[in-house]
């Protein structure tokens, strides 16, 4: 019961941030764009739908550690491109350092549901 709970949280955390990376499609695309990767909209909407669908496997239990594992390929190449603290100074850096531990951590959780 609370494995299930957890895995409902973990994933929907997902899903909802693919969700709201589509509401404010625009503007999280020109972030990304501003940030120099190429082709920030279509990263922007595949990256997305991997949260949302993969998220939803995770917290539905549909092949649950291809789910994980998916999440944590997009984990990982979404903390080195946008969250790459090392290039920025003062409070930006210090932002972005944040966020990308915390991608850290999300990834061990995302481990032990691969493996779950």
Aim: proline share 2%; aromatic share 10%.
């Amino acid at each position: 019961m609370v494995a299930s709970l957890g895995f409902i949280l973990l994933g929907g955390v997902f899903v909802w941030a693919g969700t709201e990376h589509f509401w404010n499609f625009r503007v999280v695309s020109g972030m990304l764009a501003d940030k120099g990767l190429p082709a920030a909209k279509g990263l922007l909407a595949l990256g997305s739908v991997v949260e949302i669908v993969a998220g939803l496997c995770l917290a539905m239990g549909v092949m649950r550690p291809y789910a994980a594992v998916a999440l944590i390929l997009f984990t990982i190449a979404a903390s080195l491109m946008a969250l790459n603290f090392w290039r920025y100074s003062g409070m930006e850096r210090q932002g972005l350092r944040s966020a990308f531990i915390i991608n850290v951590a999300v990834v061990g959780g995302l481990l032990l549901a691969a493996t779950a």
